[in-house]
């Protein structure tokens, strides 16, 4: 389940900061850590959380309890260019930073079962089924030659003998 918050009116840089905190935390716990965080980000990042969450109540009935922060993502937006007065007829620049939040949560992997069971009890065998396109990727082994052993010290590995 995902939210975005895009043209947030403060640097990326310093909501970088409070995404940080929240990264891969349980949805519960990060909304406690939000509330005591002394950033002007974390209202913000709290709401979009918030609307992950009900956005995925709504679509799949997950409840808060079941998610976790997977991912926090905080891009530069759009940059406001304004001009300040300065001396001797000059002007200085500001540049008003903007960011794009996006949140993506995820239910908690429960731990799958070793094997599966059919209804009378019994465990199910694992079977493999191979298809012929796997065989044909296989290296086939090739039979191995042996070679003789040189019969004289003069000869070399290859079988060649050296002119003396």
């Known amino acids: ?36 965080i002394n950033k002007r980000a974390a209202r913000p990042l709290r709401k979009l959380i918030l609307s992950a969450a009900a956005n995925a109540k709504e679509a799949k009935g997950f409840s808060q309890d079941e998610l976790f922060i997977k991912e926090v993502r905080v891009d530069k937006g759009l940059t406001y260019k304004r001009f300040r007065a300065r001396a ?12 794009n939040i996006s949140i ?5 992997k429960l731990p799958e079962s070793p094997k599966a069971v059919e209804p009378n009890g019994k465990v199910k065998k694992e ?38």
């Open 127 to 164: 079977t493999k089924i191979i298809s012929k396109k796997d065989d044909k990727h296989k290296k086939k082994k090739t039979p191995t030659t042996k070679t003789s052993k040189a019969s004289s010290p003069d000869q070399s590995k290859t079988g060649l003998r050296k002119n003396s």
């Open 104 to 108: 993506a949560l995820e239910t908690k």
């Open 1 to 36: 389940m995902k939210a975005k918050l895009r043209q947030y009116r403060q640097a990326p840089r310093k909501v970088r900061l409070v995404a940080d905190f929240v990264r891969g935390k349980e949805v519960i716990k990060a909304l406690d850590l939000l509330l005591y």
């Open 88 to 99: 001797r007829g000059r002007a200085a620049p500001i540049h008003k930073h903007t960011s």
